[in-house]
Structure formats: C-alpha cells, structure tokens
C-alpha cells in the first residue's frame, strides 16, 4: 500500500509535467515568444515522459525505466540549458553538451545489466544533472540585468534547489538502509517529491514570466524607439519647406508643420487630433476630402472628382486652387501613404507647395501669346494703310505704270506727294507707338506731381493740325488735380484719347476734357465727345489687347488703346469708357492716377486756345 501511495505520487508528478507541457506548448502556438521557448516545451515533454517511465519501475523492463528514463531526463535538463542559452542570445545549440545524454545512457546500461549498481547510477545521474542544473543557474546569474535580475535570480535559485533535492536524494539512500523499497513512503521520499512538483510548476511559471518580461522590455524599446522615431520623423516633418502635415489611420492630423501654419495661418495646437477631414478648413473653410484621403480608402468618401494629374505606384500629384487665409493662392500637391516597418498603412502624408507665381506666370505668358498673336494683325493692318496709299501714289508719279507727267497738273501732283507725306507720317506714328509699347512694358520710371494742363497742351499741340481740320471744340478745367505719374507717358494717353474722340466725334467735334478726385485715393481723368457712343458688347470689348470694333472705327484703335491701357496700369491706374450708346451723347473715356498730397476738385473749365484759332 506504501508503494502503491508513493508511485500514485510519481504518477501525479507525471500528469503535472504533461499539464505544464501543454500549457507551454498552447502559449508557444498563439502567443509572441522568444528563441529558446520550443527548447522549454520539449524539457517538459521529457521530463513528463521520464515520470511516467519511472513510475512503471518494476512493471516494465529496467532498460525502459532505469536506463531510457534517466538518458531522457538528462537530455530533458540539456534542452532547458540550451533554451536559456538561445534565450540569452546564442545563434545556434552547443552539440556537444547532447552527449551527456549518451554517455548516461551507456553508463546507466553497464552499472544496470553488466555490473549491477543502484548506488552507481545514482550518482552518475544526480552528477549529470547537477551540473547541467548548476550551468543554467550560472548563466542565469551572470546575465542578469537590472531589469530582469530579480526574476533570473529567482530561476537560478529555482534549479540550485532542484539540483539539492537530487543531492539529498542521494545522501538518504547512502544513510538509509540498504533493503529500503525504491517506493517506500519515507518522509525523504514524500518530501523529494512535494518539493520537485513545486520546483517543477515554478519553473513552468518562470518560462511564462521571462518571455513576458523579455515581451514588456522590447515593446517599452520599441515604444521608446517609436517615440523617438516619431519626434525624429516630427522634427523632420516641422523644418519641411513645404507645408506638410500627415494623419493616421483613423484620418485624425498627427503632424502639421511650421510651413503649414504660416501658410494657413493655423497653428499645429489647434489642429493635432482632429478628425473628420479639418485639414481642409483652413484651404476651403469646410469639411472636404483633400488628395491625402485618396490614399486611405477608409476616408476617401466624396473625393472621387478631385483632380489627380499624376499617379506613380500610390504616391498622388495633383494641382489645387484655394483660399488660405483668404486669399486664392494654387498650390501643388503630393500625397502619399505611410508604412510601418511591418509594412502595415500607418497613416497618410500631404505636401503642399505655392506655385502661384508660376501659375500666374503661365497665365500671364498664355496672354502675352494671345495678345501677341493680336498684335501681330493689329500692327499689320495699320501698317498696311498707309504703305497702300504710299506705294499707289508713289507708281502713279513714277514707273511704267505712272501716266504721262503732261497729264497731271501742279495742283494734282502737289496732292498726291502731300498724301505721300501723310502716309509717311503715320508710318512714322505708328513706329513711335510701337517703340512707347516696347518702353512702356521693360522700363520702369519713378512717379512724381505731374503739371496736367501743361501736358494736356503739348497733346493739343501735337493735335493741332487735326484739330483746326475738324473745326474741333475742345473745353478744359481751369485747374487740374495733382496727380503721380510719368509725364511723357501720359502725354501719350491724351494724345491717344483726342485724336479719338477727333476721329469718331461729332461734326463738328465738341469735346470736354475734366478731373475728379476719387474716395480711394485716385484721380479721375476723362474726356467726353460728342459722336455716335458705344454700346455695352463695344465697351466691353475695347480695351481688350489690340481689339478692333469694326471696319468704320478700325484706324488707330487697336494699336492706340492698347498702349494707354499698358500705361495707365504701368502707373498704377485704370482705364474705362462709359456711353449711353445714344447718337451726340458720345462717350467718356477716363483713366485714374494715384493722387498727390493735397489734391483737391478741378475748377472751372475753359475752352482751350489753339494757335490759328
């Protein structure tokens, strides 16, 4: 019945090892471990299997249960040392600490079926596993850290009292009697064994406590190394020229760099953590989808029409107009995912760029190629006039075409060279004007006070000879506004103005110049004729670049009105026309100036004295 009680023991120790191996073998499947783990399952696996051995001892042949069970409980300690060995960071087993298990097994098989010795196997097994025990409690000892110390410590202890329960075991079979049953319940034998199910159960646990501490340690590195990687990967974001920021998964904003808030006037406080697309506020003062959300399909709802010009792999370009801080402003943009290191999508990340100076450039030279395409005609038509006129009356004097000199007379030859010389003359008009345009568009000039009558009486002077042609009336203020500008340029816009309103006023024409002072700022330059007006679609039209409004109205209007515009706005003013579109109320051209200090309303009006008039 002792036996009986002592082997029931034996058994249960047994079924203890098989539990804790099985427990280890389900956390090693599905659960994070280290190396040397599946090293541990399989010392419990032996060691389960030595119990079992043994506790058929006297039922099963000694080579079973003497020679087989203490090889496997050998090569049992062999795995636990090289477990913890790979544990602490060795590549690879040590082979030769495997034949321990073979030199046991053939030992144990001598001192049992050659020469027969219980207290020699005893020996060579406590032996054996003493000093592999003995080895893990060294390692354990040497390689502990602060932060793991006190549980290796603990695990070395643990194998030290394993190694002493086999020492006693030993010295109880010296001093005990030698005819003493293998099963006998002595107290050396029931407490041997209470003591190895508690060491065995300790161990298992202490597996199961060094992989998660190994597991707290690396996930605290690895949030550390996260952290650092973040600021890191922050700082690098922040000191971006461009303005960037970046959300996670869940769309919220995790980085918004110094570029960003001077661009949108947005500091980064207010906008890391929020969600629900509010990257957007800032550029369209609502809640949209920007080219980031296409890279996240959780969060591209709504986005399907934004305008991807450009696609290489999942990194999106694209080009937008918005209004940060209110005002338009096209930007370019590049969006692309984030990865981790496991390869999973992390987040997203978006760079913005200012291109609207380049925008503007490409606008302005998409204008300069319409205008000079309009040019080009304009130029040509009003050279093409006067070199007509010239060119016939010149082959009506000379050449084989010319008719007999016999047949013109005085009178008749003096008007053909005199509208010769008018040609010319407008030839020479039109060059002028073309190189004004040339200077009006490279060369800047300083504004200063200008004298306006004195300017508008070198225009009618150079006017003069059409004026008294077309018996023109022409009425000026007394006093004129003062005004900034450059005074041969605006010179050139009254000349351009008169000889209009010579050309397509009244007959006679009754022409009115004057000036205003405006609120903003501006002085209000305009003059007033007395013909046939314009109607909206022709008001509209006329100061567009080189823009003719018909064939009655087509000299001078093209090439003229377009080097006001250039000047006016080169001076920093506008130009307009106003006309009710009736017959006799005319129209009123006008240009603004920026105004002198002290500027106040014209006087009264007066007509102006020609010479010969």
């Known amino acids: 019945m002792q036996a009986l009680d002592i082997r029931t023991l034996f058994a249960l120790l047994a079924l203890v090892n098989l539990l804790l191996c099985l427990a280890l073998a389900l956390f090693w499947r599905t659960q994070k471990t280290y190396p040397g783990f599946g090293l541990w399952v399989a010392c419990n696996a032996g060691q389960a299997i030595f119990y079992a051995l043994f506790t058929m001892r006297d039922v099963i042949p000694d080579f079973w249960s003497v020679v087989v069970a203490y090889a496997l409980t050998t090569l049992a300690m062999v795995l636990r040392l090289e477990g913890i060995k790979r544990f602490l960071g ?35 097994v406590t032996l054996s596993l003493t000093l592999i025990l003995g080895r893990s409690a060294w390692l354990l000892i040497v390689h502990a850290e602060r932060q793991t110390r006190q549980l290796f410590w603990t695990l070395a202890a643990i194998q030290l009292v394993r190694a002493s329960v086999l020492i006693a075991r030993v010295v109880a079979g010296i001093v005990s009697p030698a005819n003493l049953p293998l099963f006998s319940q002595t107290p050396a034998n029931v407490g041997s064994i209470l ?11 202490s597996y199961l406590m060094l992989n998660s501490q190994r597991l707290a340690i690396d996930l605290t590195i690895a949030q550390r ?8 990967l922050s700082d690098i974001i922040d000191f971006l020229p461009d303005a960037t920021f970046a959300i996670d998964q869940g769309g919220r904003i995790v980085a918004w760099n110094r ?3 001077t661009t949108t006037g947005v500091p980064a406080a207010e906008m890391i953590g929020q969600g629900d697309h509010a990257y957007a506020l800032p550029f369209y003062a609502e809640r949209r989808p920007m080219l980031i959300a296409l890279t996240l399909p959780a969060h591209n709802q709504g986005a399907d029409g934004y305008a991807v010009q450009q696609q290489s792999g999942q990194v999106l370009v694209a080009e937008i107009m918005a209004r940060p801080q209110g005002k338009p402003a096209w930007f370019w943009e590049k969006a692309s995912p984030l990865f981790d290191v496991d390869g999973t999508c992390a987040g997203a990340i978006e760079s913005l760029r ?13 204008r300069l190629i319409r205008e000079l395409d309009a040019f080009a005609h304009t130029v040509a038509h009003d050279l093409k006039s006067p070199l007509t006129v010239i060119t016939a009356y010149a082959e009506m004097l000379s050449g084989e075409n010319a008719p007999d000199n016999n047949m013109l007379s005085a009178e008749q030859r003096q008007g053909l060279s005199d509208a010769i010389f008018r040609g010319a003359r407008k030839l020479n008009r039109i060059i002028e004007e073309l190189l004004l345009l040339a200077q009006v568009r490279g060369v800047g000039v300083e504004r200063l006070p200008v004298d306006m009558r004195q300017i508008v009486d070198e225009a009618c002077q150079r006017l003069a000879g059409e004026i008294q042609q077309h018996a023109a009336e022409i009425t000026v203020p007394a006093t004129w506004p003062e005004a900034l500008g450059y005074g041969p340029w605006i010179e050139e816009v009254w000349v351009n103005y008169l000889s209009n309103a010579l050309k397509y006023g009244g007959r006679p024409p009754h022409i009115a110049l004057g000036a205003a002072a405006q609120p903003d700022g501006a002085v209000r330059f305009w003059i007033r004729d007395n013909g046939p007006g314009l109607s909206p679609e022709e008001q509209a039209r006329l100061f567009t670049p080189f823009t003719r409004l018909s064939q009655t109205r087509a000299e001078g209007q093209g090439l003229g009105l377009s080097i006001v515009r250039r000047i006016v706005e080169k001076l920093d003013g506008q130009v307009g026309v106003a006309s009710p579109g009736v017959s006799d109320e005319g129209c009123t051209f006008f240009f603004t100036l920026p105004a002198a200090a002290g500027t106040q309303q014209s006087g009264l009006s007066e007509k102006l004295a020609l010479p010969g008039k």
């Open 195 to 205: 003591v190895i199910v508690i060491v065995d159960i300790a161990l298992t646990i």
């Open 225 to 232: 190394k996260a952290e650092e990687n973040s600021r890191r």
């Open 259 to 261: 570029a960003m808030e």
């Open 354 to 366: 200012d291109i609207t100076e380049r925008k503007l450039a490409e606008e302005e030279r998409e």
């Open 90 to 124: 060795a590549k690879r087993l040590w082979l030769p600490n495997f034949l321990a298990p073979l030199v046991v097994f053939l030992l144990l098989a001598f001192f049992t079926f050659g020469q027969d010795s219980v207290f020699a196997r005893n020996l060579i």
